[in-house]
T-cell receptor, first 113, second 115 residues
Framework: AQSVSQHNHHVILSEAASLELGCNYSYGGTVNLFWYVQYPGQHLQLLLKYFSGDPLVKGIKGFEAEFIKSKFSFNLRKPSVQWSDTAEYFCAVNRGSQGNLIFGKGTKLSVKP | DGGITQSPKYLFRKEGQNVTLSCEQNLNHDAMYWYRQDPGQGLRLIYYSQIVNDFQKGDIAEGYSVSREKKESFPLTVTSAQKNPTAFYLC??????????????FGEGSWLTVV
């Protein structure tokens, strides 16, 4: 069965630190990959997505993610975090022909001002 | 404004009662979904519908029911058979059903508490 693993449950950083959140998936076929963000009290928003082409994907608010097929990974990065990046981040993979998503358990990011 | 509207935002239910959560979208999307979010568990799929008058069970459908009589509406009923109904429920939609290139968009969610 397909699954998505996010390795860090809670990450705490100071402002201006660099961020990398890990995401691995288990599925041997073609995948579409997503990162969603949920700011406190807000709904889930799409941060970025990978369908095909350049494996380095740029999203909103300075986030980027790199798809490494050989490692089944889609890690999220940001060079310098801000306090406003405090949120929960979810990695997701498209579930084949059904079109719906399988989510990881989420990583909570706390950025100290 | 275009989007996905869920209501109510907060709901309290007594044990043994059914409750229905509303989800309406005006994005003209074919597919709609219901997810449940629990702390530390991520999002888990309850039901999804790729087209009007059709829906399929997701990973945790037991104790839930849905209908899809109109394209824009996908209500979720949490029945008394659902053993742990207290959770945050998210409705979502995407332009096409059964398509791997989907981007799924989410509503603001509904908090259900069973007292």
């Amino acid at each position: 069965a397909q699954s998505v693993s996010q390795h860090n449950h809670h990450v705490i950083l100071s402002e201006a630190a660099s961020l990398e959140l890990g995401c691995n998936y288990s599925y041997g076929g073609t995948v579409n990959l997503f990162w969603y963000v949920q700011y406190p009290g807000q709904h889930l928003q799409l941060l970025l997505k990978y369908f095909s082409g350049d494996p380095l994907v740029k999203g909103i608010k300075g986030f980027e993610a790199e798809f490494i097929k050989s490692k089944f990974s889609f890690n999220l990065r940001k060079p310098s975090v801000q306090w406003s990046d405090t949120a929960e981040y979810f990695c997701a993979v498209n579930r084949g022909s059904q079109g719906n998503l399988i989510f990881g358990k989420g990583t909570k990011l706390s950025v100290k001002p | 404004d275009g989007g996905i509207t869920q209501s109510p935002k907060y709901l309290f239910r007594k044990e043994g009662q059914n409750v229905t959560l509303s989800c309406e979208q005006n994005l003209n999307h074919d597919a709609m979904y219901w997810y449940r979010q629990d702390p530390g568990q991520g999002l888990r799929l309850i039901y999804y519908s790729q087209i009007v008058n059709d829906f399929q069970k997701g990973d945790i459908a037991e104790g839930y029911s849905v209908s899809r009589e109109k394209k824009e509406s996908f209500p979720l009923t949490v029945t008394s058979a659902q053993k742990n109904p207290t959770a945050f429920y998210l409705c979502a939609s995407s332009p096409r059903g059964g398509y791997t290139g989907n981007t799924i968009y989410f509503g603001e969610g509904s908090w259900l508490t069973v007292v």
